[in-house]
């Protein structure tokens, strides 16, 4: 315990700091990204935030997750917003009554009594939840916990793997920038350029009233997000009716090989058989090599399969896959070399890795996903890093996180030069993520 006329050390910063956020932004059954700028619960950070709450709370971090898939469609799909009905309709837009999900979804299967998005976000859910089993796996298999979600996380799984595989070559596809996480990456700007933005004044956003118009999307970019967002309601949702953007990323695809791998350890701790897992691992890891990997840029490219070209972006989604086990050695090695380099400079010119290549045409450090650095790309990272052995850079994102997540108030990213707020503040997924590399080094 630090003395009164002492001042707090880092590990006791980051807890208190983190537990105050998580707690704050706790609803009852589920934690918000922010309170203000995004009052609801958004798919990918509930993945996220159960990992860091499970240090706190196994109990609590497996309501998280189980909060999320009692929205679940009837396809299999997660959607990337559940709202809470108790949240005005101006505080977040789009919102319940632009998406219509239990009206316009109800051929897809959305559910009826709980208002959702229509679109989906990155699939961290199978290997949160069987970290969240790890956190306490007794009490867990009291719980009957893994029982539980197996069923509807191989759902999910599915829906991926099988209705988003618009290519027809084994890796999934986004409809959406938002279904990329990474929102407004420089990577969708070329197959965005052929959407035409929905009409200026058809929409009020929300955002600016809560964030600096410098970190936020332009307005051409909302327009187009707001068109494509439309047009897929009113096909109603439906996968099999074309999409005008289709894109396979490296970030989304290396998260669904690494969901097969956990959905295989949930198996094998239930009892059932993880063979099937194991083989669809391997199946998408070869094709995510095979379409989206790039020798000579040394990351992996996004794949726009409308038009069948590479976008020739350099994006943090392209360094994701170190995440995946089983990785070819060479692959590796090259991502790791990228990760050091001018194009994201670590433990050179950054602190923490930026979002997009530090010299493309588009970099701004200050603008969402167009350069600063995300924490939770970064313990993606950092956990890619430690699985490859390259263990130097992986202290070196988690001792940079650490005081980087204290010093900015917990800020939903950050500049990866000098570490300056970027975005809102008391970001739950910074502060669950914060807690989980404490955890990591305390070990």
């Not at 350890?265 to 063979?275: L, R, Y």
């Not at 897992?277 to 840029?297: C, F, G, N």
């Not at 990351?299 to 994006?315: A, H, K, M, N």
């Amino acid at each position: 315990m630090e003395r009164a006329d002492q001042p707090a050390s880092l590990p006791s910063l980051v807890y208190n700091g983190a537990r105050r956020v998580l707690s704050g932004n706790w609803t009852g059954s589920s934690t918000v990204p922010s309170r203000t700028l995004y009052p609801h619960q958004w798919s990918w950070d509930s993945g996220f935030i159960a990992i860091g709450l499970r240090h706190l709370s196994p109990t609590r971090a497996q309501r998280e997750l189980e909060t999320l898939l009692a929205a679940q469609w009837a396809d299999g799909r997660i959607p990337h917003i559940v709202f809470n009905p108790e949240v005005p309709l101006t505080a977040y837009f789009p919102s319940p009554d632009f998406w219509r999900s239990s009206t316009a979804g109800d051929k897809s299967g959305a559910p009826e009594h709980i208002e959702t998005s229509g679109i989906v976000q990155p699939p961290i859910h199978a290997p949160a939840a069987w970290l969240v089993h790890t956190a306490d796996p007794e009490a867990s298999g009291r719980a009957g916990f893994l029982h539980r979600v197996y069923p509807r996380l191989l759902a999910w799984q599915r829906y991926l793997t099988e209705c988003r595989d618009l290519g027809g070559r084994g890796l999934a596809s986004i409809v959406h920038p938002w279904e990329s996480g990474m929102d407004n990456s420089p990577c969708w700007d070329p197959p965005l350029a052929r959407i035409e933005p929905a009409a200026a004044g058809s929409f009020q956003r929300a955002d600016l009233d809560h964030g600096c118009p410098a970190d936020r999307p332009t307005d051409l970019d909302y327009g187009r997000y707001v068109r494509l967002a439309e047009r897929y309601r009113d096909q109603g949702y439906a996968d099999d009716a074309g999409h005008p953007f289709a894109v396979e990323d490296p970030g989304v695809n290396a998260l669904l090989i690494a969901s097969e791998h956990a959905l295989g350890d949930i198996a094998a701790a239930i009892g059932a058989d993880p063979s099937d897992h194991q083989v669809r691992a391997e199946e998408l890891t070869t094709a995510l090599l095979k379409r989206l990997w790039s020798p000579e840029e040394g990351l992996f490219l996004c794949q726009d399969v409308i038009t069948g070209t590479q976008v020739r972006e350099r994006s943090a989604a392209g360094l994701l896959p170190l995440i995946v086990p089983g990785l070819p050695e060479d692959v590796a090695a090259a991502l790791v070399r990228t990760l050091r380099g001018t194009h994201f400079g670590l433990g050179g010119t950054t602190r923490l890795v930026p979002s997009y290549d530090l010299t493309g045409h588009a970099f701004d450090p200050a603008r969402y996903w167009r350069g600063p650095a995300w924490f939770n790309v970064n313990w993606l990272l950092e956990r890619g890093l430690r699985r490859h052995g390259a263990l130097d850079g992986a202290d070196a994102i988690r001792t940079t996180a650490l005081k980087a997540a204290v010093a900015s108030g917990f800020a939903e990213y950050v500049d990866p030069f000098t570490g300056e707020a970027r975005g809102t503040r008391d970001f739950s997924w910074t502060a669950a993520l914060a807690l989980d590399l404490l955890a990591e080094e305390a070990r």
